[in-house]
């Protein structure tokens, strides 16, 4: 069974200050895993989680990621402003960017931020701009597809990122010629996996490409960052993969296949975004209708512009009704948004216990890719976000959009 992080109890007393709808994060949670992430490449002297900035790019999030010592993952402007005004600058910033404007380059390197280069001709347009950096990274897609025993996970040869394996190697040698003297090797091959095997797999294909690329280009490469991917489990039966297994394949990975090369200084980076707040995260909404028509609907307060992901993946939320924990699942609802649009369904045909109007409903691991795909379809608003801190308290960290914020970029 999912357990929420808060009680029926707890929302009861939210409900005083803050109606519903609102994404609520659990601090506890969110440190507790930063740790062991750490915890689990502990026996890579070099390793840095930067978190992708895109699944929550929530301040105080990125505070208490920071503290825990982690930088950030950015590929916009406003994400680069973003962790600048949090503090997070230089090389805590990982720029992973594709079809990047030439001003996102400048201010990644007025930041001083790690720039990882998307293709073969950024390299020329970057030097067009500005010196290159001392240390820069190079995104590689292997083509074909990416599979970890027969299971075909993703196709990265329809993958708009990266270069091939011939541009990498060009592409090294030709940053050497312009200055460049530390490098990266950066791949994302697979989304939201459900394998302790993705993470060591991946490894064992940069590692073996950096071997071939410091002896083909004498480059010295510094980090390989593994970037995001690791997933969790969104529905009930399914396993959590196990950080310390994962971090335990890659080093061996390490071992094996750098080692052996005499690279025992390279660096193993991360981006997780997923990983890092999914779980950590809910939207809190409350039952406001009850429909009985063909089927059996339950309309909510919240809808699809607080929670993108049902409606635009059918992607599986499970649903809490608060205080019901322990009733039967003997009723079978479409849980709906108030948006003109069909697809607006948090559930379809999904078996709960018996929901009268009132009824708090927590809708499970939305901490990433939740709010920050919120948008503003049918003039609805985005939703506050509430932190609950470690002691219990309950911090407001966004307040919800108002009117005057639909408005602001009218022009009457
Ligand atoms: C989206 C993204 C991530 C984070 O992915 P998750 O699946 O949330 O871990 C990391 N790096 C890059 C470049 C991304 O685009």
């Known amino acids: 069974m999912k357990k929420t992080f808060i009680t029926l109890e707890q929302l009861q007393k939210i409900a005083v200050t803050y109606p519903t709808p609102y994404h609520l994060y659990d601090e506890k949670g969110i440190r507790e895993n930063a740790r062991r992430l750490k915890k689990a490449f502990s026996w890579n002297p070099g390793f840095k989680e ?10 105080a999030i990125l505070k208490i990621l920071h503290e825990e010592g982690c930088g950030t993952d950015c590929s916009s402007m406003t994400e680069l402003m973003l962790s600048e005004r949090c503090g997070i600058t230089g090389q805590d910033i990982m720029f992973s960017s594709n079809a990047t404007p030439p001003e996102e380059f400048l201010k990644a390197l007025e930041l001083g931020a790690i720039i990882n280069l998307d293709d073969y001709t950024h390299i020329d347009f970057l030097s067009k701009l ?3 950096p001392e240390t820069v990274c190079c995104r590689y897609n292997p ?6 025993a027969n299971h075909i996970m993703d196709n990265p040869n329809d993958a708009k990122y990266g270069m091939t394996r011939e541009q990498m190697i060009a592409a090294f040698k030709k940053l050497q010629e312009l200055g460049a003297k530390k490098f990266g090797i950066h791949a994302f091959l697979a989304s939201n996996t459900i ?4 993470y060591p797999q991946l490894a064992a294909q940069l590692f073996e490409l950096a071997v071939d690329l410091k002896r083909e280009t004498g480059a010295d490469i510094a980090f390989i960052n593994l970037s995001g991917g690791v997933g969790i489990p969104y529905e009930p039966e399914q396993p959590a993969n196990d ?6 394949g890659v080093r061996r990975a390490f071992e094996s296949i750098l080692t052996p090369a005499g690279m025992n200084n390279v660096a193993i980076y991360t981006e997780l975004g997923r990983f890092m707040l999914a779980p950590y995260g809910c939207l809190v909404a409350r039952a406001i209708h009850e429909k009985h028509i063909y089927k059996e609907y339950i309309g909510l307060d919240a809808c699809a512009v607080n929670l993108m992901r049902p409606a635009m993946y059918g992607a599986y939320h499970h649903i809490t009704v608060m205080g019901k924990e322990n009733a039967p699942n003997d009723h079978k609802y479409d849980i ?13 045909d999904r078996m709960l216990p018996k929901i009268d109007i009132g009824d708090f409903i927590v809708i499970h691991d939305t901490g990433a890719h939740g ?5 503003n379809y049918n003039g609805k608003l985005r939703s506050a976000e509430l932190l609950l801190r470690e002691d219990g308290s309950i911090q407001l960290i966004r307040r919800a959009e108002t009117p ?9």
């Open 130 to 132: 500005a010196p290159i």
């Open 243 to 248: 950080i310390m297994l994962i971090g335990e």
């Open 404 to 412: 005057e914020d639909y408005f602001a970029t009218a022009i009457f």
């Open 371 to 375: 709010h920050s795909m919120g948008y």
């Open 143 to 148: 083509g074909g597809v990416f599979s970890v």
């Open 336 to 348: 709906t948004g108030s948006l003109c649009e069909n697809n607006d369904k948090f559930a379809i």
């Open 195 to 198: 394998s302790n095997e993705y």
């Open 50 to 59: 930067f978190f992708a900035v895109k699944a929550t790019p929530t301040p």
